[in-house]
């Protein structure tokens, strides 16, 4: 595992390339949507060198919009009904959407372990989106998480670094 970035300079790193990364999809817009290949590659090695456990740094601070059928998952698991999950743990935000009722979320250990891993919602499986298809699709909401996840922060700085935009 290699040595996880300073969460607390995070922002400040990714403030610092943000207008850089932003060039890069200006620039490379077309040729963005044939890299899944090359950005998945960057996002297993990254991740392999990555301990999530010594961060957890997004069950901390972003709240996953939570379907219908993270609640059915979640309340098997938990043995209680669907509404008792609802009353407990989540809330209808501003937008509509279902999230919890607090961050950090309330599964997550204090050794960064979640309570609920085999049932988590979908979108903590699904996170942080840098291995998905068609990530082109996802580059600006990742410019957004790569202020709070080390991974994305790395995958966007070693992405551009590589392609570099003409006339940067
Ligand atoms: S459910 Fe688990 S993976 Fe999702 S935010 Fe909570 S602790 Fe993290
Ligand atoms: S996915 Fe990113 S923010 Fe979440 S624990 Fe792993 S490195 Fe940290």
């Not at 989540?90 to 961050?103: A, I, K, N, P, Y």
């Not at 202020?147 to 966007?156: A, Q």
């Amino acid at each position: 595992m290699g040595k996880l970035i300073d969460l607390k300079l995070l922002p400040t790193l990714a403030a610092k390339s943000d207008a850089n990364w932003r060039r890069f999809l200006v620039k490379n817009k077309k040729k963005l949507e044939g890299m899944d290949l090359q950005v998945h590659a960057l996002h297993d090695k990254i991740s392999k060198r990555t301990d999530c456990l010594s961060c957890g740094n997004c069950c901390r601070t972003l709240g996953p919009r939570i379907t219908d059928k993270d609640i059915d998952r979640m309340a098997k698991t938990l043995r209680i009904k669907t509404s008792e999950v609802m009353a407990k743990y989540l809330r209808v935000d501003e937008d509509g959407d279902t999230v919890f009722q607090s961050m950090p979320c309330p599964f997550l250990g204090a050794d960064n372990y979640c309570a609920i891993y085999e049932s988590r919602p979908k979108a903590c499986r699904e996170y942080p989106h840098t291995d998905r298809k068609r990530f082109y699709q996802v580059y600006e909401l990742s410019i957004k998480n790569a202020y709070t996840c080390p991974i994305v922060y790395e995958v966007l700085e070693e992405l551009t670094a590589s392609n570099p935009a003409k006339g940067l």
